[in-house]
């Protein structure tokens, strides 16, 4: 099983707001920048907010991260269908001495 | 714009050894730290291990007896080979840029799918 726990699933309307969250330990979230990947169906991840909780240019600003103690959140806001996809958080760990993943979250939009 | 694409059989034998090539165009693979990453079908993602340009590497310990990672600088080329492969090993395998530090990966190649069966 995966390092970092996300929920499985998550589920809205076009126009809702979304949060995604993610839950790790000190060795990883708690000591270090979480990232956001996106995967759309059938399509290699892609970079949705760094580590320094930017995004990169092309991502719209209704994605943003927030981080809390050992925990972090991914909240969508404006659902449009095509953000129809799997969400991943990662986070260096320093115990493994590299990254780790969630297990990702399938959104769907209804 | 950096581009990434991983080649190499999408078949290999259980017991055998995969080898995996990625070749980076659009940039220059020099002053990096570049990332191997795997995905069995349905499921989650997990980290390979990475190699900075200077041929320095780091592994996920659970794989790390059976992994060795390289690189061609002058080809802007790197490599993956992970040995005494079983089915558990199918997956599909990115190549992606990055983390720096202890930052992000933030560009992945398309992916190659890689069966092992007999």
């Known amino acids: 099983q995966s390092v970092l726990t996300q929920s499985t699933s998550a589920s809205g309307t076009p126009g809702q707001r979304v949060t995604i969250s993610c839950s790790g330990s000190s060795s990883n979230i708690g000591s270090n920048t979480v990232t956001w990947y996106q995967q759309l169906p059938g399509t290699a991840p892609k970079l949705l907010i760094d580590?320094?909780?930017q995004r990169p240019s092309g991502v719209p600003d209704r994605f943003s991260a927030s981080k809390s103690g050992t925990s972090v959140s991914l909240a969508i806001s404006g659902l449009q269908s095509e953000d129809e996809a799997d969400y991943y958080c990662a986070a260096w760990d320093d115990s493994l001495s590299g990254p780790v993943f969630g297990g990702g979250t399938k959104l769907t939009v209804l | 714009q950096v581009q990434l694409q991983e080649s190499g059989p999408g078949l290999v034998k259980p017991s055998e050894t995969l080898s995996l090539t990625c070749t980076v165009s659009g940039g220059s693979i020099n002053n990096y730290f570049w990332s191997w990453i795997r995905q069995p079908a349905g499921k989650g993602l997990e980290w390979i291990g990475r190699m900075y340009s200077s041929g320095s590497a780091n592994y996920n310990p659970s794989l790390k007896s059976r992994v060795t990672m390289s690189l061609h600088t002058s080809k802007n080329q790197f490599f993956l080979k992970l040995s005494s492969v079983t089915a558990a090993d199918t997956a599909v395998y990115y190549c992606?840029?990055?983390?720096?530090?202890?930052?992000?990966?933030?560009?992945w190649g398309q992916g190659t799918t890689v069966t092992v069966a007999s």
């Open positions: 580590s320094n909780n």
């Open positions: 992606a840029r990055g983390p720096q530090k202890y930052g992000s990966m933030d560009v």
